[in-house]
């Protein structure tokens, strides 16, 4: 299996090293060089189907058996041996639930699988990295419960001190593990993130200490998310038979894994694409055209972006994997901030793709209903996708998924003002309020943070 710039301009690489290396030298995402087919099957297992759909996408580069050791340990974190257990909401709407791991949202599904797969690649290499991220609340967390005792990363996370809240930061610091440290940064999460590009951008100490980052565009955490769709469809009539989905959209990497699995084989005749205020998305979908716009902040903090990585991976495919004319387009719309799709490549996306956006109020009042009418209590990134999928379901006899993103009790306040109600954390994380926590408090100072970086990574 071997792996393609989506500019076209980068190493051809194999699994190993696209994981390791994240973005392409020439800029681009990684995609596979052509997609394997899914064969028939699957009892909707999720360690089962998990193994078998990695496996399509690692190759030869890790054996059968250490992929199926990773797979089972990487799931084991799950608080259910269904990993993502599937609830019908009303009328062949469905949720899938996808928050029941460590650190309760989506991302913990990629990355307990990514954190696994970079120390056994480094392990096979003789190799170390130090992952440093910034995060302004959630990333973070996720981040570290995956490189948590990985024998060959330490992890070094940034926030900005006194600006998360309570839970966020107590699930970073909290953790007991000697390869994870905690940096408050007198400053903002803008602060947090320009000294984390600045030490990417000294490249003395980048390769002096090899710094990492476990971030949204590798090809790793897109594979994994393929898993899911998979499993839902298993479980509603299998993989042959039509599934509709519907998910609420930031990077755009959670729902491009959808396209791939339809890409694959998966009877998919509609993926729709939800987004709060910040609709760029919705615009490329019913518009054809993107106009770069100021991020507005909105309940659903993790979809308040406005350009989306991944929606590069999709490009690709749309014109017909020219990694040139991709760059061109690209190149283009940094400097006009207007992107516009030919009106033929429009038309062909919207027979399988719909888009729609939804402000605050109506996610407020969206939650606050379906806890009326089924007590289930959707979190807002959730709302954004119910209501998208029902806002733009086409056939009402083929069944739609809605990917739940996010425990409700990962964003308290919202749902509160919604239902009245604060929602309580789950029991594993009951007891977070009363564990120690480790962090060391410092100035916005890059001198100060590098100096911390090198006297915290475990050298051998
Ligand atoms: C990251 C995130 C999203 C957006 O996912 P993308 O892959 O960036 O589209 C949606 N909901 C929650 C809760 C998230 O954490």
Redesign the pocket.
Known sequence: MRYVSTRGAAPVLEFGDALLAGLASDGGLYVPESWSALPEGGRGNYVETAIEIMALFVGNAISRDDLAAMVSDAYATFDTPEVTPLVELHDGIHLLEL?HGPTL???DIALQMVGRLFDYELDRRGQRVTVVGATSG??GS?AIEACRDRENVDVIILHPADRVSDVQRRQMTTVEADNVHNVAVEGTFDDCQDLVKAMFADVAFRDQVRLSAVN?INWA?VMA?IVYYVVAAERLGGRRSPVAFA???????????GHVARRVGLNVPQLVVGTNTNDVLTQFFTEGTMAIAEVVPTT?P??D?QI?S?LERLLYEILDRDGAEVAARLDAFRSTGRFQLNPEHHAALSDNWSAARFGDDIVKDCIAAEADRSGIVL?P??A??VLAGRAARRDPSIPLVA?A??HPA??PDAVEAATGVRPELPDRLAGLHDRPERLTRMPNDLAVVQEFVEAHRRVR
């Open positions: 928050f949202a989506f991302k959630d990333t996720a949204s955490r998310q998910v609420p959209t930031g990077n755009f990497g959670n729902v491009f894994a659903s993790s979809m972006i989306s991944n979190d990134h959730t954004v996708g990917l993103t996010a990962k964003f």
